[in-house]
Each structure stands twice: as structure tokens, then as C-alpha cells.
């Protein structure tokens, strides 16, 4: 793999991997500010709860995605970035460039990921619910 290809690669997912955490942050602060107006007793208690359930959001929404991402910069520095992990009987080898630019943190080359989605609704369902879907399917019409 080109190394231009692979340092844009790996600007882009640190971009993503700041984006995240931005976020979270601001949710975080909204959170905490939204508190407030409360009095101080009920405060120190809720904010306890609240804590409690932001990290809860944290480690449901965005705790996947971080690790994705923190996983395929690793693989840039192993240099096994791009090859795909499915290893199915279609298996292409090598994840193609146009779906390593939509999908940066992708670990399964397409054809790998439909087997992958046929073969496993629970996995389906999971990734729905991730948000992951979406993105997929996306990347897998762009292909065609
Ligand atoms: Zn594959």
C-alpha cells in the first residue's frame, strides 16, 4: 500500500478519533451544566446518576467506534493495514482504497462484510444498532 495512502489514512482517523472525543466532551458538558438550576442536595446525588449514565452512553454509542478507530491506526504502524481479516472463500485480500476511504477503520473487504451480513442477522441487528449499518451500506453501493 502506498505510504501517502496509508499517512492520509492515518490523518483521517485521528481527525475521526478527535471529532469523537470532542463530542463526547460536549455531551459530557451539556450534562453536567443542564444540573444547575437543581438544589444542591438532589444535585450531588443526580449527578451521581448522571455520571452513572453517561458513561453507560458513552460505552454504548461511541466505545465500539474508538476502539475500531484506535485499531486501525495500530494496524498502520504494524503495517497490516488494508489486508482483510474475513478470510471467506471470496475473500479479495486486500480491502480496496475506496472502501478504506469511506470506512477508514474498516477491518473486512466487501466481499467478506456480505458474507459476513448473510451469514449472521444477531451481527446485523448489532451493527444496526451501533449506527454501523448505515455506513456499510453505503460503501457496499458505492462499490458497485
Ligand atoms: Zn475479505
Redesign the pocket.
Known sequence: MRKEFLKKAEETLLEMKNQLLREIQERVREETEGSKDEGRDTYDLASHERDREINFLLNARERDKLTAIEEALQRIKDKTYGM?E???EN???EIRLGRLKVLPFTR??V??QEDMERESKIQKKFEEERGYRKLAITDIEEEF
Open positions: 482483510c474475513g478470510g471467506g475473500c479479495e485480500g473486512l473487504c466481499k467478506c
